[in-house]
Structures are given as C-alpha cells and as structure tokens.
C-alpha cells in the first residue's frame, strides 16, 4: 500500500476528523487510492449499528437525526450520518439545510457529517455509500445514521444496507402513504409519525396499522409505530428505544446476521458485475464494437444472449 494511503487509513482509525473527510472523498469519488484504502478498513468495519432514515420530503428527517444524534451523544456514543441529497449536484460539503438544522454537533468531535450528491458515483449511489459507510464505520463510529428521500430505487437500495430502516411519515400526506406503499414501506422496521403538533396524526397511525394487518411478517411482531414531534425533541428517545428493541431481537433470532450475510454478498456480486463490464469492455467490447453489436441486434441477425456469448468468447470466458 501506499505511503499515502497508509497514513490516510491510519488517520481514519484513530477517528481524525480531516482523514476521515478525506478518505471519504477518495472513496465516495472512486480515486485511484480507494481500493487500497478500503482494503485497508474493511476489517475495521461492520461493527457499527447502521439506521436508515427516510420518508417523504419535508417530514422532518434531518430534524429527527439530529435529535437521535443528541440522545446519542448523551449517552457517549460516537455518530456518523451520511445525509443523501437528490437535490444536490455536489458532493462533500453539508447541504445548507442540514448544516443549519445539525449545526448543534460542529463542534462536536463525536459526530462526523457527511453530505452525497445523488449523480456522479462511481458505480452508483449505494456502491458508493456502501464505500463511505466502510470508512465510518472502520473510524469507530457506534452508530451510523443515513437519511435519505424515500423515492428512487437508489434510496430503497441504500435503506438495504441499514440494519434497521425508519421511515417517517407525517399527516396530511392522504394517499401518499399508499403510493409510499409500494417502496419503502415494506422495508420499515419502525415508523415514526413525526409532526405530532399538527392534525390528523391518529389517522396516519391508523392508515400504517391497517397496511401492515394486510401484511406478513414473516413470525416478526409488527413494526412499531412512535408519534414525534422532532423539533420539540418529543417521542425522539421513544423513537431510540424503538430502535434498540427491534436490533435486540433481530439480533438474538438471527435475523441481523441475515440481512448483513445478504448485504455482504449483495456487494460482492454488484461489484463482480462491474468488474467483468469494465474488463469486457476494455478487452473485448470497445464502444464502436458495442455499436456494431447494436446493428446487428437492429438487423435481428443476432440475439443478446448470442452476442454476450461471443464477448465472453473474445474474453477466454
Ligand atoms: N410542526 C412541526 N414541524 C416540524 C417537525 N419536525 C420538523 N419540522 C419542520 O419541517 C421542516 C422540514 O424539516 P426537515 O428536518 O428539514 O425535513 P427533511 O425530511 O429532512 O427534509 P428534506 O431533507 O428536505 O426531505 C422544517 O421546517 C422543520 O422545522 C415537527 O415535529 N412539527
Ligand atoms: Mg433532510
């Protein structure tokens, strides 16, 4: 490994706040020092409990992750969040909101904040945050908190790689919570009803109730639904405790080593795949022989299997 590398990586185990914002750029960005540096701290990773947070725009989640990351921190734990922004073009620095809403921990050596751009990774937007939860992980974080906006497919991938995925809702949404339905709302383990202050809160708790009576949990009691009001900090340890319960029982039935084993091998297969595209590409499949490749499809003179066949061919596979 390199000099450079070696040091970053050091940097990052002793939790040093400008390794650890650089590592994350070299590995968030796929820099030529990203593979040595993640091998480096790969075997430091994995010991941390990762939350999902997500829900609709606007429902408070960066409020609550701020207010978990205080109830945290009053207990001694060691924060990290990834906050990812759909509405960002850039990466590495806070999004204004954030900055404003989490400015209380800046100071804090205890919480490290980062902020991704959903465009522009390499490999994609969970590849990516997969790699930046690796750094964070690898830093000591106790507990690593990522919010993101439930919509694209991207989000429901990352909220995959949580150990446990919180989704927060609010009243008023009406028949958003069934549109919600078909994503996000099957990978909950705890909902939170945040804006508690406004009205119509009960019937968003009984909208969630009768949509998980329709659905199997699979021998699991169903998730637990908690009533916020995250910029009052009330029901936020509610929230925590909700949490901690659900990562007790999926860890004493197996269920965590589960969903970290599929996790694992999930990242390992995507990247597999990346690597025989790239090296196709480079070896045997350059983008004037893609082109032609295309025509002959256009003609109907070949089919995709056949043709991706032949690649492999080219490649000795
Ligand atoms: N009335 C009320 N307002 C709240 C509550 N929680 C958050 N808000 C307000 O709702 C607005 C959005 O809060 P954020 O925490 O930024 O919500 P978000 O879900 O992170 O928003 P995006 O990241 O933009 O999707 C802010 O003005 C908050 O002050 C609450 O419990 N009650
Ligand atoms: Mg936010």
């Known amino acids: 490994m390199s000099p450079l590398s070696n040091e970053l990586a050091e940097g990052v185990r002793r939790g040093d706040v400008r390794a650890l914002a650089r590592a ?39 409020t609550l ?17 990834v906050a990812v922004d759909p509405t960002s073009p850039f990466s590495g620095g806070a999004i204004l909101g954030d900055r404003i809403r989490m400015q209380g921990h800046a100071a804090d050596e205890g919480v490290f904040i980062r902020s991704m ?82 009205e119509g809160v009960d019937r968003v708790v009984a909208e969630i109730e009768s949509m998980l009576s329709l659905a199997s949990h699979e021998g699991q009691p169903p998730p637990q639904i908690v009533k916020t009001v995250a910029t009052d900090d009330r029901g936020v340890d509610e929230v925590w405790a909700a949490v901690e ?48 490749q295309v025509d002959r499809l256009e003609a109907r003179t070949v089919d995709p299997l056949a043709a991706a066949e032949e690649v492999m061919k080219r490649m000795g596979l």
Do not use: C, W
């Open 24 to 62: 994350i750029s070299v590995v968030e960005n796929g820099r030529p020092a990203a593979p040595a540096l993640l091998a480096a701290l790969f075997p430091y990773a994995g010991k941390s409990l990762v939350v999902g947070v997500t829900g609709p725009p606007g429902s408070g989640k960066s």
């Open 65 to 81: 992750v701020d207010r978990l990351t205080a109830h945290l921190r009053r207990q001694g734990q060691k924060v990290g969040i």
């Open 117 to 198: 751009a959903t465009r522009g990774h390499l490999g994609g937007l969970a590849a990516a945050t997969g790699r930046v939860l690796t750094v964070l992980a690898a830093s000591g974080k106790d507990v690593i908190l990522v919010e993101t906006v439930g919509v694209g497919q991207d989000e429901v991938e990352i909220m995959g790689t949580a150990d446990v995925s919180v989704v927060v809702l609010v009243p008023g949404l009406g028949d958003e919570v069934q549109a919600l339905k078909a994503g996000i709302m099957e990978i909950a383990d705890v909902f939170v009803v945040n804006k508690a202050d406004r």
């Open 245 to 292: 319960a659900f990562r007790a029982r999926s860890a004493g039935n197996g269920l965590l080593a589960d969903r970290r084993r599929a996790q694992l091998r999930r990242q390992l297969e995507e990247t597999l795949q990346d690597r025989l595209l790239t090296r196709a590409r480079e070896a045997a499949f350059t983008p004037e022989e893609l082109e032609n």
